[in-house]
C-alpha cells in the first residue's frame, strides 16, 4: 500500500499526464493533495423549490422537463423547461449538441446545479451542471462542495476525486500523516488537530460557516496557516543556530583605522550610528557569526556604518566584501570606499558582471591572495570562481533585493579558509515589526532611527500632468538658483528597451525646453561605465539635471540635488516611491519633490499618492504600503522563506506571527524531535537545500 507521501502517480487512475497536471498546481505527493484547500465552497446539500429560487444564487434544483426548443434568438440556444410542482423554470444552452435536446425528453427528471439569473423567460441558468435521475430518491451531497484552485485540463470533479482518494487513505493510515504540533500546546495556542482541520476544509458540514471560511478565519484554516508559518519560522531559526554552531573570526574592538577614519569625516555620527556600531561591535568580537539587520530609512546613513565595520575587519587581518544589487549602487560604494579608505593606505578592490578579460583575472587574484583588503561589488561576488583569502566580513547593502539563499552563498565563501564571515545586510526598507519577525528570523535586528542633523524634510506635491509646462519652470528656477534636478521616469512598459527609448525621448524634450542648461540621461541598458561617468558628471555638478529610470531608486547619494519630478508615479508602490524621493532632502537646501501624475486616478492611486505627501516617514509608509499592497509586494518576492506559501497569507495571517513565535520557541523547548519534520513537511527539499549550506 502507499504511504502518504509517496507520489501521487500511485493513486489509481493518475498518469505522468495528469502528474504533470497536478505538478502545475504544486502537488507532488498524495499529502500534498490533503494541503490543496479549497477556495470556496458551494452548497448542494438540498434541494431548493423552485419558487424559492433567488437570481444571483446557487442552487440544487430538481424538477420535471415540460419542454425541449431550440430557439432562434439572437444567438441560437436549447432552452428546457423544468417544473417541480412550486413553479417553473428555464435552463438554457449556448453551446449544445442534438443529442442534448433528445435527452430533455417531455417527463423526464433532472437534478442540476447554477446559479440563477433573470432572463427573458423569468429566471434561468446557464449551462448548468445537470444529470438525468433514474432514482428519484438519488441522494444529495452531505457536505459542502469544495471548489478547489485547478489548472487547464484538470476539472473540479476529477480533482475532487483525487482528494478524496487522499482523505480515505488518510483516514486509513493516520500515522502516515502524524500531528507534529503536540496536545498541551494545541490547548495553549487553541489549535484544533490536524486530521480534524484537514477533513473539515475538505468536507464541511452543511453548517459551516461559509463567511468565516470566505474570509480565511476559521480556526481549521488558522490550524494550518499557523503550522506553515510555524515550519517557515522554525527553519530560519535553523539556519541561525547551524551558523552559529561556527567559528567567526574575533574581531578587535576600538581600532586606531576607525579612529583616524571618523576624524576624516566632515560630520560627527548621530547617536543611531554610535548605538548601531557598538551593537555591531559586541558581536564581531565574540567569535561567534555576527548574523545582524540593520534598517535605516533612507538618507540614515548606513553606508558609514558599513564602512566602521569594514575596517573592524581590516584591523583584524581579514578581507571585507560589500555587496549592492545594482551596478549603479555598487559602484558609488565602491568610490566612497575608495576615498575614505585609500589614504588609510588600504587597498580597495572592485568586482562586477561586467569586469571582464586580463582586468578580471587581476582582480580575482588580488582578492584571493589577500592584497585586496576591501571588496565592493555586485552579485559577481557569489560566484563559483571567486575565491577569498581570508574573508571576515560579508556587508550586503539593500538586502530586499536578494534572498536568503544569495545571504548564504557568501557566507560559502569564507569556508575555504576554516572560518565563518560575519553578516551585515543593510536595508531601506522598514519592515513592519511583524514582518520583520517573520521573513528575517534568522537575524539580529539594528535600527538607525534617527536621520543626520540639519536635513530639512522633502516637501512632496502632486501635480496633474496638464501643468507640465509650470514644473519645467520649476527646474530652471531651481538650477538658476545652482541646484540640480532628477526627472524620473516610470513606465508601465514591460520591455526594458522601450523605457529606456521613452527616457531618451523625455531627456529629448527637456534639453528643448531647458536649452540654457545641461541635462544628463541614466538608464538601464546603458553600459556600467557610461552610467558611472554620467553620475560622477552629476555629483560633480557638471549637470544640471539628469533624467534617469528608476535604476536610481536604490542608493544614489548627491547631496547637492534638491529637485525631484516623478512622472507616472501612479504605477510605483509606496516603497519605491519613498525610495526615490530618498534622493533629494540629502543636504541643507530644502527640496522638493513633484509626483507629476497623469489624470484621472483611481481612488487607491489618490490614497496612495496622498501618503506621500503626508508624511516623510518610511515606517508609517511601510505599514500602509503593506495594507494597501500585501507583504508579497513590499518584500519583494525573492524573499525565500516567504514565497511559496501554500496556505498561509501573510497579510491575512498577520495577527498569526506573533503567536507563530511563542510557538515555536515552545515547540524547540519542549518537543525538538517534531522540528524537522515540520519543515520538511512544508519546506521539503528547500529546506534540504538551506540545511546543506
Ligand atoms: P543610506 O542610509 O540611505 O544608505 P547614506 O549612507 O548614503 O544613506 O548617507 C546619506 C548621506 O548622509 C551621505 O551623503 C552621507 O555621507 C551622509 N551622512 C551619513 N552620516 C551622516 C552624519 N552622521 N551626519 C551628516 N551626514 C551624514
Ligand atoms: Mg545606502
Same mark, same amino acid.
Given at each position: 500500500?502507499?504511504?502518504l507521501?509517496?507520489?501521487?502517480?500511485?493513486?489509481?487512475?493518475?498518469?505522468?499526464?495528469?502528474?504533470?497536471?497536478l505538478?502545475?498546481?504544486?502537488?507532488v505527493?498524495?499529502?500534498?493533495?490533503?494541503?490543496?484547500?479549497?477556495?470556496?465552497?458551494?452548497?448542494?446539500?438540498?434541494?431548493t423549490?423552485?419558487?424559492? +429560487?433567488?437570481?444571483?444564487?446557487?442552487?440544487?434544483?430538481?424538477?420535471?422537463?415540460?419542454?425541449?426548443?431550440?430557439?432562434?434568438?439572437?444567438?441560437?440556444?436549447?432552452?428546457?423547461?423544468?417544473?417541480?410542482?412550486s413553479?417553473?423554470?428555464?435552463?438554457?444552452?449556448?453551446?449544445?449538441?442534438?443529442?442534448?435536446?433528445?435527452?430533455?425528453?417531455?417527463?423526464?427528471?433532472?437534478?442540476?446545479? %447554477?446559479?440563477?439569473?433573470?432572463g427573458?423567460?423569468?429566471?434561468?441558468?446557464?449551462?448548468?451542471?445537470?444529470?438525468? +435521475?433514474?432514482?428519484?430518491?438519488?441522494?444529495?451531497?452531505?457536505?459542502?462542495?469544495?471548489?478547489?484552485?485547478?489548472?487547464?485540463?484538470?476539472?473540479?470533479?476529477?480533482?475532487?476525486?483525487?482528494?478524496?482518494?487522499?482523505?480515505?487513505?488518510?483516514?486509513?493510515?493516520?500515522?502516515?500523516?502524524?500531528?507534529?504540533?503536540?496536545?498541551?500546546?494545541?490547548?495553549r495556542f487553541?489549535?484544533?488537530?490536524?486530521?480534524?482541520?484537514?477533513?473539515?476544509?475538505?468536507?464541511?458540514?452543511?453548517?459551516?460557516?461559509?463567511?468565516?471560511l470566505?474570509?480565511? *478565519?476559521?480556526?481549521?484554516?488558522?490550524?494550518?496557516?499557523?503550522e506553515?508559518?510555524?515550519?517557515?519560522?522554525?527553519?530560519?531559526r535553523?539556519?541561525?543556530?547551524?551558523?552559529?554552531e561556527d567559528?567567526?573570526?574575533?574581531?578587535?574592538?576600538?581600532?586606531?583605522?576607525?579612529?583616524r577614519?571618523?576624524?576624516?569625516?566632515?560630520?560627527?555620527?548621530?547617536g543611531?550610528?554610535?548605538?548601531?556600531?557598538?551593537?555591531?561591535?559586541?558581536?564581531?568580537?565574540?567569535?561567534?557569526?555576527?548574523?545582524?539587520?540593520?534598517?535605516?530609512d533612507?538618507?540614515?546613513?548606513?553606508? #558609514?556604518?558599513?564602512?566602521?565595520?569594514?575596517?573592524?575587519?581590516?584591523?583584524?587581518d581579514?578581507?571585507?566584501?560589500?555587496?549592492?544589487?545594482?551596478?549603479?549602487?555598487?559602484?558609488?560604494?565602491?568610490r566612497?570606499?575608495?576615498?575614505w579608505?585609500?589614504?588609510? %593606505?588600504?587597498?580597495?578592490?572592485w568586482?562586477?558582471g561586467?569586469?571582464?578579460?586580463?582586468t578580471?583575472?587581476?582582480?580575482?587574484?588580488?582578492?584571493?591572495?589577500?592584497?585586496?583588503?576591501?571588496?565592493?561589488?555586485? *552579485?559577481a561576488?557569489?560566484?563559483?570562481?571567486?575565491?577569498f583569502?581570508?574573508?571576515?566580513?560579508?556587508?550586503?547593502?539593500?538586502?530586499?533585493r536578494?534572498?536568503?539563499h544569495?545571504?548564504?552563498?557568501?557566507r560559502?565563501?569564507?569556508?575555504?579558509?576554516g572560518?565563518?564571515p *560575519?553578516?551585515?545586510?543593510?536595508?531601506?526598507?522598514?519592515?513592519?515589526?511583524?514582518?520583520?519577525?517573520?521573513?528575517y528570523?534568522?537575524?539580529?535586528?539594528? #535600527?538607525?532611527?534617527?536621520?543626520?542633523?540639519?536635513?530639512?524634510?522633502?516637501?512632496?506635491v502632486?501635480?496633474?500632468?496638464?501643468?507640465?509646462?509650470? #514644473?519645467?519652470?520649476?527646474?530652471?528656477?531651481?538650477?538658476?538658483?545652482?541646484r540640480?534636478?532628477?526627472?524620473?521616469?516610470?513606465?508601465?512598459?514591460?520591455?526594458?528597451?522601450?523605457?529606456?527609448?521613452?527616457?531618451?525621448a523625455?531627456?529629448?524634450?527637456?534639453v528643448?525646453?531647458?536649452?540654457?542648461?545641461q541635462? %544628463?540621461?541614466?538608464?538601464?541598458?546603458?553600459?556600467?561605465?557610461?552610467?558611472?561617468?554620467?553620475?560622477?558628471?552629476?555629483?560633480?555638478?557638471?549637470?544640471?539635471?539628469?533624467?534617469?529610470?528608476t535604476?536610481?531608486?536604490?542608493?544614489?547619494?548627491?547631496?547637492?540635488?534638491?529637485?525631484?519630478?516623478i512622472?507616472?508615479?501612479?504605477?510605483?508602490?509606496?516603497a519605491?516611491?519613498?525610495?526615490?524621493?530618498?534622493r533629494?532632502?540629502?543636504?541643507?537646501?530644502?527640496?522638493f519633490c513633484?509626483?507629476?501624475?497623469?489624470?484621472?486616478?483611481s481612488?487607491?492611486?489618490?490614497?496612495?499618492?496622498?501618503?506621500?505627501r503626508?508624511?516623510?516617514? %518610511?515606517?508609517?509608509?511601510?505599514?500602509?504600503?503593506?495594507?494597501?499592497?500585501g507583504?508579497?509586494?513590499v518584500?519583494?518576492?525573492r524573499?525565500?522563506?516567504?514565497?511559496?506559501m501554500?496556505?498561509?497569507?501573510l497579510?491575512?495571517?498577520?495577527?498569526?506571527?506573533?503567536?507563530?513565535k511563542?510557538?515555536?520557541?515552545a515547540?524547540?523547548?519542549?518537543?525538538?524531535?517534531?522540528?524537522?519534520?515540520?519543515?520538511?513537511?512544508?519546506?521539503?527539499?528547500?529546506?534540504?537545500r538551506y540545511?546543506?549550506?
Open positions: 500500500m502507499t504511504r507521501e509517496a507520489s501521487i502517480t500511485e493513486l489509481a487512475g493518475v498518469g505522468p499526464a495528469l502528474a504533470e497536471k505538478a502545475r498546481l504544486n502537488i505527493s498524495i499529502a500534498d493533495l490533503l494541503f490543496h484547500l479549497p477556495l470556496r465552497y458551494q452548497d448542494r446539500t438540498h434541494i423549490p423552485i419558487a424559492a +429560487l433567488r437570481s444571483g444564487l446557487e442552487s440544487v434544483v430538481e424538477g420535471e422537463v415540460t419542454a425541449a426548443d431550440v430557439i432562434k434568438g439572437k444567438r441560437l440556444s436549447l432552452l428546457v423547461r423544468i417544473k417541480d410542482g413553479g417553473i423554470v428555464s435552463l438554457r444552452f449556448f453551446h449544445f449538441a442534438p443529442a442534448q435536446q433528445k435527452q430533455f425528453a417531455r417527463g423526464a427528471r433532472v437534478r442540476f446545479f %447554477g446559479e440563477a439569473r433573470a427573458s423567460t423569468g429566471l434561468e441558468f446557464y449551462h448548468p451542471e445537470y444529470r438525468l +435521475l433514474n432514482d428519484p430518491d438519488a441522494p444529495v451531497e452531505e457536505t459542502l462542495t469544495p471548489i478547489y484552485p485547478t489548472t487547464e485540463g484538470l476539472a473540479q470533479p476529477r480533482l475532487r476525486g483525487l482528494i478524496l482518494q487522499a482523505l480515505q487513505r488518510f483516514e486509513a493510515h493516520p500515522d502516515e500523516l502524524p500531528e507534529l504540533i503536540p496536545e498541551p500546546l494545541r490547548v487553541r489549535l484544533p488537530g490536524l486530521d480534524e482541520s484537514l477533513r473539515f476544509l475538505h468536507q464541511p458540514p452543511p453548517d459551516a460557516p461559509l463567511d468565516m470566505a474570509d480565511g *478565519h476559521h480556526p481549521a484554516q488558522r490550524r494550518l496557516a499557523l506553515e508559518l510555524l515550519a517557515h519560522q522554525l527553519s530560519l535553523q539556519i541561525r543556530e547551524r551558523i552559529r567559528s567567526a573570526p574575533q574581531l578587535p574592538a576600538g581600532t586606531s583605522l576607525q579612529t577614519f571618523l576624524a576624516g569625516l566632515p560630520f560627527a555620527l548621530t543611531a550610528q554610535h548605538r548601531v556600531l557598538s551593537e555591531i561591535g559586541r558581536d564581531v568580537v565574540s567569535g561567534v557569526p555576527m548574523l545582524r539587520l540593520v534598517q535605516g533612507v538618507g540614515s546613513g548606513k553606508t #558609514v556604518v558599513a564602512a566602521m565595520a569594514a575596517l573592524q575587519a581590516i584591523a583584524g581579514y578581507q571585507a566584501a560589500m555587496m549592492a544589487p545594482t551596478e549603479l549602487l555598487a559602484e558609488q560604494h565602491f566612497s570606499f575608495k576615498h579608505f585609500e589614504p588609510l %593606505g588600504i587597498d580597495v578592490a568586482l562586477s561586467k569586469l571582464k578579460g586580463k578580471r583575472l587581476d582582480t580575482k587574484a588580488a582578492i584571493a591572495d589577500g592584497r585586496a583588503q576591501v571588496i565592493v561589488g555586485t *552579485h561576488l557569489f560566484q563559483q570562481d571567486v575565491h583569502h581570508r574573508l571576515g566580513l560579508a556587508i550586503i547593502d539593500e538586502q530586499h536578494f534572498g536568503v544569495q545571504r548564504l552563498a557568501l560559502e565563501k569564507g569556508e575555504s579558509a572560518i565563518t *560575519h553578516q551585515l545586510i543593510m536595508t531601506a526598507t522598514p519592515i513592519p515589526r511583524t514582518l520583520a519577525m517573520s521573513a528570523a534568522d537575524l539580529d535586528l539594528s #535600527v538607525i532611527d534617527e536621520l543626520p542633523p540639519g536635513r530639512t524634510p522633502v516637501k512632496t502632486a501635480v496633474a500632468d496638464e501643468r507640465r509646462g509650470e #514644473v519645467i519652470e520649476r527646474i530652471r528656477n531651481a538650477c538658476r538658483d545652482g540640480q534636478a532628477y526627472w524620473v521616469c516610470t513606465l508601465i512598459e514591460e520591455s526594458e528597451a522601450l523605457q529606456c527609448q521613452a527616457a531618451e523625455t531627456r529629448d524634450a527637456l528643448m525646453a531647458l536649452p540654457e542648461f541635462v %544628463g540621461l541614466v538608464h538601464g541598458r546603458m553600459k556600467s561605465a557610461e552610467k558611472a561617468t554620467i553620475m560622477a558628471a552629476f555629483k560633480a555638478g557638471e549637470l544640471d539635471l539628469l533624467v534617469a529610470t535604476v536610481i531608486e536604490v542608493g544614489v547619494d548627491v547631496p547637492n540635488a534638491s529637485l525631484m519630478i512622472e507616472n508615479p501612479e504605477r510605483l508602490g509606496l519605491q516611491l519613498h525610495q526615490l524621493r530618498g533629494v532632502g540629502r543636504g541643507r537646501i530644502e527640496s513633484v509626483l507629476l501624475y497623469h489624470p484621472p486616478l481612488e487607491h492611486s489618490r490614497e496612495r499618492l496622498a501618503v506621500m503626508e508624511t516623510n516617514d %518610511g515606517f508609517r509608509i511601510a505599514e500602509k504600503d503593506l495594507e494597501l499592497r507583504p508579497g509586494e518584500l519583494g518576492t524573499q525565500t522563506g516567504l514565497v511559496g501554500k496556505i498561509a497569507d497579510e491575512r495571517d498577520r495577527n498569526l506571527l506573533e503567536p507563530v511563542a510557538l515555536s520557541t515547540l524547540l523547548a519542549q518537543s525538538p524531535a517534531c522540528v524537522e519534520p515540520l519543515i520538511r513537511r512544508w519546506l521539503g527539499d528547500k529546506a534540504n540545511g546543506q549550506v
